[in-house]
């Protein structure tokens, strides 16, 4: 076994989950890729795929990107749709990408609605103060219990889905993470009251042990 590997498995000061998550880390190709490629994390290649396969990201689309923070969608989707077109918002500290706009905010506070259409008023020709797509690759900390997790995740995807569609304009597109099971099939049966065309995507970057999945809505029409 490589020296690396065994100094993470026989080091004390990690608890049992760190050493299974960091023997993971040095196991993943896409961890090692993002870090010759120039993106902030692996998450990079999961919009990338998304976008190839559903071809969402289009230059002049205006996108708001829901837990960004480190920054890698956000990375990749300005590059798409061009600079001042995208809010990325966490309640999180995330460093400056050239051409996105930023909020450190909880967007689960009363007033953060306010905030995110002030912002998307301040953005070049967006009159109506609307985006094209909202993007969310949110995820709640892990507590360790299947059941626990999966309604943390389905309960933030849930508000994901409630601002989207305050925000989009119609033919907009919502993006989100899911961990398949449980409800998740009653959010795709309310997604299909707004969106015209709502599907399960699991890109190849995905990790293959994780139940993770996205839901890809498309086709918004307000009610």
Not at 163 to 172: E, S
Request: overall charge positive.
């Amino acid at each position: 076994m490589p020296q690396k590997f065994q100094n993470i498995r026989n080091h004390k000061n990690f608890s049992k989950s760190s050493r299974k998550w960091l023997l993971r880390q040095v196991n993943d190709p896409y961890v090692e890729k993002s870090k010759i490629d120039g993106w902030r994390s692996r998450a990079t290649y999961k919009i990338i795929e998304i976008d190839e396969k559903f071809k969402l990201l289009k230059r002049n689309k205006i996108v708001v990107d829901l837990g960004s923070a480190p920054g890698g969608w956000s990375q990749y989707v300005v590059q798409k749709v061009g600079d001042g077109n995208v809010v990325a918002i966490d309640i999180l500290e995330m460093s400056p990408i050239a051409g996105v706009n930023f909020m450190q905010l909880d967007f689960l506070a009363e007033n953060s609605l306010d905030k995110i259409i002030d912002q998307l008023k301040n953005i070049k020709f967006n009159k109506n103060s609307e985006c094209d797509i909202v993007i969310s690759d949110m995820a709640s900390n892990a507590t360790g219990d299947h059941n626990t997790d999966h309604l943390r995740i389905i309960d933030l995807l849930e508000i994901a889905i409630e601002l989207a569609k305050k925000i989009l304009r119609n033919n907009g597109s919502f993006v989100g993470k899911i961990f398949q099971g449980g409800n998740s099939d009653e959010i795709l049966q309310n997604l299909r009251k707004n969106f015209t065309n709502v599907k399960y995507f699991k890109p190849d970057s995905s990790r293959k042990d994780s139940s993770e999945c996205y839901i890809i809505a498309q086709g918004f029409k307000k009610i």
